[in-house]
């Protein structure tokens, strides 16, 4: 079993990655305040996982309450999260009963935000089932449900008590899903970490083919990347703001072509090929690097190309973002391969990247 | 000027107390981390003091957004709670914009949780316009919005960065909303402040004609009992629960008769009164305390006798407050006359306590 130590303030927690974790309920249970959680998963993960996890938990002796959500980015709303607190609400759950997230990134961001405000504040717990999950947004704390004018603009800093990357639940996962896992992966190469990057051209066929011990070490790796990252900023007022790489043009894509459409993870793929191609406009990036990054990328089943909203359009929709500051947008561009930071674009330089990187 | 300082965990702030603080914009611009503020008010506070409090700020150059919220407790809810996203993102509002509480404790528990929530955490500003709210609900970081199934149910704790307690906006008060407000006051005197409600006892008549002089050391009194005890459980895991007194009769009161029948200051008040009933059946309180109690409540315009709804619907009712620890409720009961602590009843006692005590 790998393990990855977060030691955010006040509130430490370990991520676990193995195979067979889901019903090692000795992970959990002395984590419990009481013998009594709450499952939120949802319509697809449910029929895989919620038994197996449910019934460990039971013949510990622990109160087993499950809430199953739709499945999607679309239902990552206010409407979706108050049949979180209907549950919770209705079976009596109280400040020590503890939520476990058992799902991906949507069910994740929900789950922990619910968690977060339901009596102002409950134990924590994530399953993540998904690649995307499992490198990316189960660590760090952050929670969110989005509002029809932005991307999780709702939402807050909790911490989980721990998060359990149970490999197996990979196995399962249909291969769009993955492949958008896999942006999240090679977006910590392009942040910080050209190892991992060289690292991932050479082995990118072990992990597409879900080798166990090329994906442990990989989901690790980032995990390790991500912890520092934010453990050196929790609240995002700096460096945090590196892990956006791609997300500023990605939460455009995703918002302009209706949520649901493009995955997170394609719509960040998308956006890292356009942070790419802006910065290599700035003189940064040479044109074999761009070529090296649109490889990886290609091979990992993702989308290289954005979608032609418009400049107008994506200026609109990125004005909306959080990382504005005083009016300006803040990009994450790349100073070289493997080597990220956060700047601006002058106006002209964005619309000949979104001329040039868009479909 | 009077001031009550608070430290917080990691979040230390001042509450000011004195006729003029509104229009004194000194006090908020140092605290401004952009010249940009939204005003979060209701339909009744707004054509009193928005216009005074924008106009200052604009005169200093700070960019004002007014968000103007239909007025009442039937508002505390998430669709009312939308409207401040709405406003905020429709004007495209950031993470450095500040959020100022105009109004009462809606007002203020609302605006926090906004605050608390959008984008994740922005800052926050209290300006306290009715008696409950600049002694109670404002002090100690308390936010939320109500649950169709129980009231506060969903929220945060999350501190302002100032709170103006401006003594001229109780000019304006109903003679309703200020007895509600003096059931917290009094609430102080009953949890451990004996001198505070014999002192209550023979000011109460200065009091209730909203003396200048009286009214600022009363609520100075009360801004620091409540801070003393929320520094030492800024959770709400231990201590911090005497506040709670008379609330969790009162709860079931609000939510039994449908939120906004009676103040939550009133539905307090008959509260208080039944935990009073109940310690004395306990053998704590004597006859006389209670006739004090009753008395002291009845000069401040308070109702003593609750509703009759029912033992069983009571018990209902109560079982969903989020004092709730494996199953039992905890109340907040009198040793003697101003000194409460927090223990628990029995079935047969709590039974004669709704039985004698309501109506």
């Known amino acids: 079993m790998r393990t990855v130590k977060l030691d955010l303030d ?19 249970l002395p984590l419990l305040p009481q013998p009594r959680v709450a499952i939120v998963t949802n319509e697809t993960v449910a029929p895989l ?56 990134g949507v069910i994740g961001d ?31 704390g952050k929670t969110a449900i989005n509002h029809p004018l932005g991307k999780n603009m709702i939402g807050a800093f909790y911490q989980p008590r721990l998060v359990l990357a149970d490999l197996d639940t990979l196995d399962t996962l249909p291969a769009r899903e993955f492949s958008a896992g896999m942006a999240e992966v090679i977006k910590y190469g392009l942040i910080d970490d050209l190892f991992f990057f060289e690292w ?3 082995n990118i066929d ?6 166990t011990g090329t994906l ?37 894509i995703e918002s302009g072509l209706g949520y649901g459409a493009w995955l997170h993870g394609e719509a960040v793929a998308a956006g890292m090929m356009l942070a790419a191609v802006a910065s290599e406009a700035l003189g940064y990036l040479d044109a074999a690097a761009i070529e090296r990054i649109r490889a990886l990328l290609t091979r990992a089943g993702l989308p290289v190309v954005a979608p032609a909203l418009g400049v107008e359009r994506y200026l609109e929709l990125m004005a909306q973002d959080k990382k504005v500051d005083a009016g300006t947008i803040k990009f994450i561009l790349m100073r070289q391969l493997g080597q990220s930071y956060i700047g601006e ?3 002209a330089t964005l619309t000949r990247t979104l001329q040039r990187g868009c479909a």
């Open 216 to 252: 442990a070490w990989a989901i690790e790796r980032c995990c390790q990347n991500k912890a520092r990252i934010v453990a050196g900023d929790e609240k995002e007022q700096g460096q945090r703001a590196l892990l956006n790489l791609g997300h500023t043009f990605g939460h455009a």
């Open 345 to 347: 674009l002058d106006y």
């Open 110 to 140: 929900m789950t922990g935000f619910a968690a977060a405000v339901y009596q102002r504040g409950v134990p924590f717990i994530q399953i993540p089932t998904t690649l995307l999950a499992q490198v990316d947004s189960s660590v760090g």
């Open 10 to 28: 006040h509130a430490p927690y370990q991520i676990l990655i193995d195979r067979g974790l889901l019903t090692q309920v000795d992970l959990i």
């Open 206 to 211: 072990r992990m597409m083919a879900r080798d």
């Open 49 to 104: 996982y919620l038994d197996p996890l449910r019934s460990a938990l039971a013949a510990r002796g622990v109160q087993v309450q499950a809430i199953v959500l739709p499945d999607g980015e679309v239902f990552k709303t206010w409407e979706t999260l108050n049949l979180i607190f209907d549950g919770l609400l209705a079976a009596r759950c109280e400040r020590k009963t503890t939520l476990i997230a058992l799902g991906g």
């Open 200 to 202: 991932l051209e050479a």
